[in-house]
């Protein structure tokens, strides 16, 4: 929402309403195996290398989870993601189906998110806390709309303070992370708020 004076075009906002996740295709899982996750389009502002770095000085599993979609992307993964991949740092290819995406995030101990660039909304980050999975994520662009810091992740500033978060991630409470979603990312809320904008306008231009 504060991001709305980036916009390019001239445009009268009336309200942010924020997309939604069938929490009810993203089943929520108490107990995560021993790995983390990365989970987006392999490109650089998206930051996996940066996930991948830590994995290799801080000793953690990860696994890295996308599609490559253009040559400039397929060229990034061959030079800053596959040379490091080994045993402990996995590369899994492009995850769409719900069951095998609620799988693969619900399972992680957290999803690693170091963007960098605004994103304007990121929905992995409501997709993952569906599943009751911390989000740790640089505080850029929509990410400090939709982790609450220290509750449903950690709003980080740089990857030393990143590294921090990896080792507390046991203090958050999974439980409010899927709380979060329900009462503000569900499909149903963000249909709700669209028909409540409608009738607000409507009201208000007496149509």
Not at 25 to 32: K, R, Y
Not at 106 to 119: M, S
Not at 137 to 142: E, L
Request: positive net charge.
């Amino acid at each position: 929402m504060k991001y709305r004076k980036l916009c390019p075009a001239k445009i009268n906002f009336a309200k942010t309403i924020y997309h939604g996740v069938n929490e009810k295709q993203l089943s929520f899982t108490n107990q995560p195996k021993d790995y983390f996750v990365w989970l987006g389009r392999i490109v650089d502002i998206k930051g996996p290398h940066i996930a991948v770095n830590l994995a290799r000085k801080m000793g953690f599993k990860l696994i890295i989870a996308g599609v490559i979609r253009s040559d400039n992307d397929q060229k990034y993964f061959d030079e800053k993601i596959k040379p490091y991949l080994n045993n402990k740092i996995k590369f899994v290819g492009s995850v769409k189906a719900p069951k095998e995406k609620a799988k693969l995030l619900g399972e992680a101990k957290a999803l690693i998110y170091p963007l960098l660039w605004d994103e304007p909304f990121g929905i992995v980050l409501t997709e993952a806390l569906s599943c009751g999975t911390p989000v740790i994520a640089f505080d850029r662009g929509s990410a400090g709309e939709i982790i609450k810091h220290n509750k449903t992740g950690f709003l980080v500033k740089n990857k030393q303070e990143m590294a921090k978060a990896i080792k507390n991630i046991d203090n958050i409470d999974r439980a409010e992370c899927r709380k979060s979603v329900e009462n503000n990312f569900t499909l149903e809320k963000m249909v709700e708020n669209h028909e409540n904008l409608y009738y607000q306008l409507i009201k208000k231009n007496k149509l």
